[in-house]
């Protein structure tokens, strides 16, 4: 199947920046779209941004202008960087990716998630 490994979170100051990555591993026929999404205390997931194969991306509105994706498909692995880092982006980010994956003489559709990263932003 297909593993997500993340990385890049810590404790960061305000105005700080912070570079999270997430590689995808397996038996990977295609990965088509890959983000990232968080969660902090209390509050539901939410995406934070998306990129698909084609490099179409998405952002959501309270990171726009602030923060990057970007993707090596060849790695299979998609990048954030986070700039001008905010109090309010304290939370743990999960990645998740959604593609096909070899599986015996075809290849089926998977949607996955990463174990999740804390990025803690202090004031």
């Known amino acids: 199947q297909v593993q997500l490994v993340e990385s890049g979170g810590g404790l960061v100051q305000a105005g700080g920046s912070l570079r999270l990555s997430c590689a995808a591993s397996?038996?990977?026929?295609?990965?088509?779209?890959m983000g990232w999404y968080r969660q902090a205390p209390g509050k539901q997931r939410e995406l934070v941004a998306g990129?698909?194969?084609?490099?179409?991306?998405n952002y959501a509105d309270s990171v726009k202008g602030r923060f990057t994706i970007s993707r090596d498909n060849a790695k299979n692995t998609v990048y954030l960087q986070m700039n001008s880092l905010k109090p309010e982006d304290t939370a743990v980010y999960y990645c998740?990716?959604?593609?096909?994956?070899?599986?015996?003489?075809?290849?089926?559709?998977?949607?996955?998630w990463g174990q999740g990263t804390l990025v803690t932003v202090s004031a």
């Open positions: 397996g038996s990977i026929f295609r990965m088509n779209t």
């Open positions: 990129a698909t194969s084609g490099g179409i991306t």
């Open positions: 998740n990716a959604n593609g096909r994956v070899w599986s015996g003489t075809g290849s089926k559709y998977v949607d996955v």
